[in-house]
Every structure is written in structure tokens, then in C-alpha cells.
């Protein structure tokens, strides 16, 4: 059973055809402003605790490998080693997560075999390099709820994953379940 209304649209732009589909989302959720602003704090707290351990892995591991392949001293490595572990856990929560802004005139989120969208940033979930993991229902901060949704893509040196939390509105519980439900069956 295909949750996707395809719809073909022909379009005339620059003297070229273009063929664009429009489906349906397989969840569309509204926010208000309120609950959209508590959210974007409990999942900024999160990815900021999971910069910190990044930037912790980065002064312990990296002084090791230049002392191991650069034959330098420990504190030279570690002065080396430090701003990187602080700068690349700080230009990932600066650019790496667009979506989480506060104070969203509008705030939703519509996901669709492909893609999210959350207040219109398209975030690609499957195609030929991106496959969802998996998607679960986790317990957050004051009650709420959020679906995790875990993406996978293959790299040189293995297979990479990278989460997205949306917060499910406390009356879609039950559409959240079955939007689970239908993933694994599909799945098999």
C-alpha cells in the first residue's frame, strides 16, 4: 500500500520541460509557537551534550595518533588538538542543524518516503546513498515525546549515521506508532 499521491505536473521554465511530483506527507504536524520553542531548547541540549563528547574524543584521541604517527610530545599535541575540539563542535551547532531555529511564525513538520521537511528544510531520509535506520518513540523532558529517526549512508570507512528528533504533539501519539508500524512492516 503506497501512502504517495503522485501527482504530474508539467512545468515551462527556461525553455525547458520540467516533470515535478507532489505527494502527500505520510505525517504533517503543527506546532504552536510555544511548544516549537521548547522543543528546539530540549534538542539544542541534547546535540550540545553530543558536541561536548565529540570535542572530549578529539582531545584525548587525537594527541595520542600525533604523538603515535608524528613522534611529537604530549602537550604540543594537545595545543594542536584543542582548537579543533572546539571549533568543530561549535560550527556544527552554528550550521549543522538550520532546522532547529526558535520563534517559527508557522512551525511544522511534514515527512514523506524521501525527505522531511521541517519548517521548510528539506532533510533527505532515503534515496540511492541515505536509508532510515530505524525510527523510535523516545521520552524527553516535560512529558514529551519525540521520534527519532536514525539515518544511515555508507562512506569509505563504513557505514555513518546521524539522528533526527521531531517532537510528536501530544494528540498524534497514535499516528506517530503507526507511521513506526508501517516502516518496519515495509521494511521486511
Do not use: C
Not at 19 to 29: G, T
Not at 45 to 72: C, H, Q, S, W
Amino acid at each position: 500500500m503506497s501512502y504517495v499521491l503522485k501527482i504530474n505536473i508539467l512545468l515551462y521554465l527556461n525553455s525547458n520541460f520540467y516533470l515535478m511530483e507532489i505527494e502527500k506527507p505520510l505525517v504533517e504536524w503543527q506546532y504552536s509557537k510555544e511548544e516549537w520553542n521548547e522543543f528546539v531548547d530540549i534538542e539544542k541540549a541534547n546535540k550540545l551534550e553530543d558536541n561536548i563528547y565529540f570535542g572530549v574524543a578529539i582531545l584525548i584521541i587525537v594527541p595520542f595518533g600525533l604523538m603515535f604517527y608524528r613522534n611529537t610530545n604530549y602537550l604540543f599535541s594537545l595545543l594542536f588538538s584543542m582548537p579543533f575540539a572546539f571549533l568543530i563542535p561549535f560550527l556544527r551547532m552554528k550550521f549543522g542543524y538550520k532546522h532547529l531555529q526558535k520563534n517559527v511564525l508557522h512551525p511544522h513538520v511534514s515527512i514523506f518516503n524521501e525527505y522531511m521537511m521541517i519548517n521548510y528544510h528539506k532533510i533527505e531520509v532515503a534515496s540511492k546513498k541515505r536509508r532510515i535506520k530505524s525510527l523510535k518513540i523516545i521520552d524527553a523532558k516535560n512529558q514529551k515525546k519525540l521520534l527519532e529517526v536514525d539515518i544511515q549512508w555508507a562512506t569509505r570507512k563504513g557505514p555513518t549515521n546521524d539522528e533526527f528528533r521531531i517532537l510528536i504533539p501530544e494528540n498524534k501519539l497514535a499516528e506517530a506508532e503507526k507511521l513506526i508500524e508501517d516502516f518496519y512492516k515495509s521494511d521486511n
